[in-house]
């Protein structure tokens, strides 16, 4: 099982720590590094600077934003960077929710959100291979364009540039059971929200036939402390606010993950109060054992124990989000 550093993405503005932070994983030995979006900074700006103060690390996305871009643009920010960092990318995508496609984006949330991501990974494929000019009758993402609203003069176009690699990773954020599925059959790689090495049942229905080199990379929260129930409130803080506020009262797809997990009852709650305004309350009401399962905190020998537990399991990659170089340093010498 590989490392790599999530570094997620900016809040009220950018850190100070996300290049060091990257460095010092690159001296590490982490095989990744990670940004995200979600309505404030893009992901693949800031990795392009990290990438401009790196040489090693792989450079990932977790994730960029499908409703942000065209599939066309993703691609070409990928094969750009791609070439600019000398093949250290790695495409990480998401759909993410109604909330957040059509209240920030301005776009409706596909009806079909698999085959809506499934035309979506074949267009960047179709990029990224260049065999020919990009084509799909699609329903979601046609090319050339033939809405009734369209001039009818498109022509299907083939990448200018030469991608550097025609096979660049493509990985997927996914968490219903069928969107699972098929990450297994047109990605290279899932990206899972949660992940509990004590309860692989959660998504075994949808791993069952992955192919050699398939990548599973978990984001998880980690910190080398003594206090347990201190170190798990940031876990439990952002468990509240994706549970209680990053989607619709009656379309929430991380608080309906939480229950397929087993833990329908305090998902619900957590849910409730956050949208009634009592966000504390919330984020105390996340259960300590949710939080724990899917992190790793405490101190360095109970972590080894439950590192071990992520090493026995289909994980490949776990992506550590940390903001303290000791957790990085700490682990690293335990997974090596």
């Not at 460095?23 to 600077?49: I, M």
């Not at 960077?81 to 000398?86: A, E």
């Not at 993410?96 to 920030?104: A, D, F, K, Y």
């Not at 959660?202 to 080398?224: C, K, N, Q, W």
Request: proline share 7%; hydrophobic share 40%; glycine share 10%.
């Amino acid at each position: 099982m590989r490392l790599g550093l999530a570094l997620g993405y900016w809040g009220r503005g950018p850190s100070a720590d996300h290049v060091p932070l990257a460095q010092e994983a690159e001296r590490l030995g982490y095989h990744s590094v990670w940004t995200a979006e979600s309505w404030g900074s893009d992901a693949f700006t800031p990795l392009t600077w990290i990438a401009a103060q790196t040489s090693r690390i792989r450079l990932g996305t977790a994730v960029a934003q499908m409703a942000a871009r065209s599939p066309t643009t993703t691609a070409m920010q990928a094969l750009t960077l791609d070439h600019l960092s000398g093949g250290r990318m790695m495409l990480g995508l998401g759909l993410s929710g109604p909330q957040v496609v059509e209240g920030w984006y301005g776009r409706p949330f596909p009806k079909s959100p698999l085959t809506a991501t499934r035309e979506y990974v074949d267009v960047v494929r179709q990029v990224l291979r260049r065999e020919g000019p990009v084509e799909l009758d699609g329903r979601f993402h046609s090319h050339p364009y033939r809405g009734a609203d369209g001039t009818g003069l498109g022509k299907a176009l083939k990448s200018i540039t030469h991608p550097l690699r025609a096979e660049l990773p493509v990985l997927l954020g996914a968490e219903g059971p069928k969107n699972i599925a098929q990450t297994t059959r047109i990605a290279d790689g899932w990206l899972p929200l949660y992940w509990s090495p004590t309860r692989p049942q959660a998504y075994e229905a949808s791993l069952t036939d992955l192919r050699d080199g398939f990548l599973i990379a978990p984001m998880a929260r980690a910190h080398v402390c003594d206090d347990l129930a201190e170190g798990l409130l940031p876990v439990k803080a952002m468990l509240g606010f994706y549970i209680g506020g990053m989607g619709h009262a009656a379309r929430n797809f991380h608080a309906d993950l939480m229950a397929r997990m087993g833990f329908e009852e305090e998902a619900r709650r957590v849910q409730e109060l956050f949208l009634a305004g009592r966000r504390e309350e919330a984020v105390l009401a996340v259960p300590d054992a949710f939080a724990d399962e899917i992190s790793l905190v405490g101190p360095r020998e109970r972590i080894a124990e439950r590192l071990e537990l992520w090493r026995k399991g289909p994980v490949t990659d776990l992506l550590v989000l940390s903001p303290d170089p000791n957790t990085l340093r700490v682990l690293a010498e335990l997974n090596s």
